[in-house]
């Protein structure tokens, strides 16, 4: 397998500057009561054609939808599971965006997939395979209030059960690419121990579709080389906000894959196509190109729109300088 681009996740939905929001327009005239679902569900599959094309366009390999129907990575799916009620805004990280804190309140169970119905749209608008993504069970736990529970093992392992049945649906809709996003790891390695467990209750299910554990905002060395012992099949890692990753991926065994955030997700500056193919071609001759995968460093949800699309474009053209 070639050496390959994605995205991790979200996109800017606000359009270039002068441009029309679509999406903002119809959802506020759905807070009025002027349109309904289907309208409100027709602009949301508007937005995501639009950005699945952006994204082919700039050459991007492996694409998501952009987010597009979800507000946060927690609301869809805290709000699609008994047992959860959602909460107040709480500041995502240490962004300038905000996620609503699910609070669960009774025992966690499956309702029904949270996030198939967006994913087929855009796999049937896509040139080619579209990423699903999910929460991890940690950072799920960790961003969220347990008023029910009581033990965090419980807490994570009853979000895991759920994560785990929402993965094996995506994957029988036609997910090859499946990430399971885990921030909130980097900075619990006491939970280390506890997301093999979680995560493999997902990952086990599976048969066929390849598994990316993703991390963002930061280095794993807090983790160590056991964060490779996770059971999934690739690792997302951030080599933006942290540099000292490049120590850690020494330690990455044979046979599996790397996802390398190597533009900065979180700054306007374009960074140039020589230097992302410069840290490309380091990381790949560490790992093997055909090993990795380049990415953004977290989802561009928090750049302007024209420039995630140029971020995107230097990424694409840099990654074939190398392969080339």
């Known amino acids: 397998m070639a050496l390959q681009s994605t995205v991790v996740g979200s996109y800017p939905k606000p359009p270039e500057e002068g441009g029309s929001f679509a999406l903002r327009k119809t959802l506020q005239a759905w807070q009025r009561g002027e349109v309904?679902?289907?309208?409100?569900?027709?602009?949301?599959?508007?937005?995501?054609?639009e950005i699945?094309?952006?994204?082919?366009?700039?050459?991007?390999?492996?694409?998501t939808d952009g987010h597009v129907w979800w507000d946060d990575i927690l609301t869809p799916f805290a709000g699609n599971m008994?047992?959860?009620?959602?909460?107040?805004?709480?500041?995502?990280?240490?962004?300038?965006?905000?996620?609503?804190?699910?609070?669960?309140?009774?025992?966690?169970?499956?309702?029904?997939?949270?996030?198939?119905?967006?994913?087929?749209f855009?796999?049937?608008?896509?040139?080619?395979p579209v990423k699903a993504v999910i929460p991890g069970p940690v950072t799920f736990a960790r961003l969220s209030v347990d008023e029910h529970y009581g033990d965090h093992g419980r807490f994570v392992e009853a979000i895991a059960s759920v994560l785990?049945?929402?993965?094996?649906?995506?994957?029988?809709?036609?997910?090859?690419?499946?990430?399971?996003?885990?921030?909130a790891l980097l900075g619990a390695p006491?939970?280390?121990?506890?997301?093999k467990r979680a995560i493999g209750q997902a990952s086990g299910q599976l048969e066929?579709?390849?598994?990316?554990?993703?991390?963002?905002?930061?280095?794993?060395?807090?983790?160590?080389?056991?964060?490779?012992?996770?059971?999934?099949?690739?690792?997302?890692?951030?080599?933006?906000?942290?540099?000292?990753?490049?120590?850690?991926?020494?330690?990455?065994?044979?046979?599996?894959g790397l996802q390398a955030g190597v533009v900065d997700a979180r700054n306007t500056r374009l960074e140039t196509t020589d230097e992302v193919a410069a840290t490309i071609d380091d990381l790949?001759?560490?790992?093997?190109?055909?090993?990795?995968t380049v990415s953004p460093s977290a989802g561009l949800e928090f750049l302007p729109r024209d420039k995630a699309k140029a971020k995107l474009e230097r990424l694409a053209q840099a990654a074939a300088r190398v392969q080339g």
């Open 284 to 292: 790949a001759s560490g790992v093997g190109a055909d090993n990795l």
């Open 36 to 49: 309904g679902e289907a309208e409100l569900a027709g602009a949301r599959r508007d937005l995501a054609r």
């Open 122 to 128: 855009a796999q049937s608008v896509a040139g080619g």
């Open 52 to 63: 699945i094309a952006e994204q082919e366009a700039a050459g991007i390999d492996l694409v």
């Open 208 to 256: 066929a579709a390849t598994t990316i554990l993703c991390t963002y905002f930061g280095d794993a060395k807090r983790l160590g080389a056991e964060l490779f012992e996770l059971p999934v099949d690739s690792f997302g890692l951030d080599f933006v906000a942290g540099p000292d990753n490049r120590e850690l991926i020494a330690s990455l065994p044979a046979g599996l």
């Open 164 to 183: 785990a049945q929402e993965a094996f649906e995506l994957e029988a809709a036609g997910a090859r690419f499946i990430q399971i996003d885990e921030p």
């Open 190 to 195: 006491e939970d280390l121990e506890l997301a």
């Open 82 to 120: 008994a047992g959860f009620e959602i909460g107040g805004l709480l500041r995502w990280f240490d962004n300038n965006v905000y996620y609503r804190r699910p609070v669960c309140v009774d025992e966690i169970e499956w309702r029904g997939p949270s996030s198939i119905e967006a994913w087929r």
